[in-house]
């Protein structure tokens, strides 16, 4: 257990942090395959020295590339101890002096609209009025905390807003560090495929029921889910066996990480990001959303 803290306790640093690199060398160019830069070298002797990270860590500097903005390089690094792997995309300035995460915003685009473009909720669970004016979009994983916690939010909020939210669920398990993960995504595929109001049933009871479900015992436990959840056991069975539903959550895991969702829940609300389950935050969003929309209409009768 207190390996698993402090290895949490690491990525979640690693992560978070702003530096200021020490060696001022030139951070042009690009590796060829295999063969580091003296740039992503000094990178990961910069990270190894500030975090201690031992031979036991593995740190993979991606190649530098050219950002949007002129002057700042970007590259991806990947950070695994243990079974456990954190990816982040890390900006660099070409003399190889500054090193930063954070997140460049274009004050020409609309953050919304690209988010928007992105997301794909065809032939995903979703839960409300198709016409409804919010649309939440939940990137979640099943065996995650904070994912059980937004659904309690969800369960305490939606009934605020009858006929105004639709929930789109999208499966991203963190199979690195959630073992049953995986298997329950499938399983939530398998039973939107066979009843697709039947999903948000077995939702409910996989995150109700979230601490009694284990590794070793999430094939049967799914099994019992779909049963409560009125799906036809064979069926069931049979499609959780097969490579189809695996496939389909591999699409959902795909299409957030081209949203750069890296930790779960991350929501989108209308497209405005939100990463956790923070209830005030969350409808902050939502009325934000609904404002607008009362404007709008305020207006087009003026």
């Known amino acids: 257990m207190n390996k698993l803290l402090r290895v949490s306790a ?73 079974e456990n792997k954190e990816n982040a995309k890390f900006y660099v300035s070409k003399d190889g002096r500054f090193l930063f995460r954070g997140e460049l915003s274009d004050m020409m685009k609309d953050p919304l609209a690209e988010n928007l473009a992105q997301i794909r909720i065809t032939d995903a669970p979703a839960l409300g009025d198709p016409k409804a004016p919010v649309t939440i979009v939940e990137y979640s994983d099943f065996e995650c905390p904070i994912c059980r916690s937004l659904h309690d939010t969800l369960r305490n909020i939606l009934p605020n807003y009858p006929g105004k939210v639709r929930v789109i669920f999208k499966d991203f398990p963190l199979d690195q560090i959630h073992p049953w993960a995986r298997t329950a995504a499938v399983a939530g595929r398998c039973a939107y495929q066979q009843k697709p109001e039947a999903f948000w049933k077995l939702y409910d009871l996989i995150y109700d029921n979230q601490e009694i479900i284990s590794a070793a015992n999430a094939w049967g436990k799914m099994v019992d889910y779909g049963s409560q959840s009125g799906l036809d056991a064979d069926a069931f069975k049979s499609c959780m066996a097969s490579p189809e539903a695996g496939a389909t959550v591999n699409a959902s895991h795909a299409n957030g990480e081209k949203l750069e969702v890296t930790s779960t829940p991350t929501v989108f609300v209308n497209g405005r990001r939100m990463v956790g389950a923070d209830a005030n935050q ?10 607008k929309v009362g404007a709008a209409k305020s207006a087009e009768k003026r």
Do not use: H, M
């Open 10 to 82: 690491v990525l979640a640093t690693l992560l978070a942090w702003t530096a200021c690199a020490q060696q001022p060398k030139a951070a042009t160019g690009n590796s060829e395959a295999g063969t580091p830069t003296q740039a992503q070298k000094n990178i990961e002797a910069y990270l190894r020295n500030l975090y201690a990270f031992g031979p036991d860590v593995k740190v993979i500097v991606g190649p530098l590339r050219d950002s949007a903005v002129e002057g700042i390089l970007e590259t991806n690094i990947d950070v695994t101890i243990g």
């Open 282 to 291: 969350l409808q902050q969003y939502i009325n934000y959303e609904l404002a």
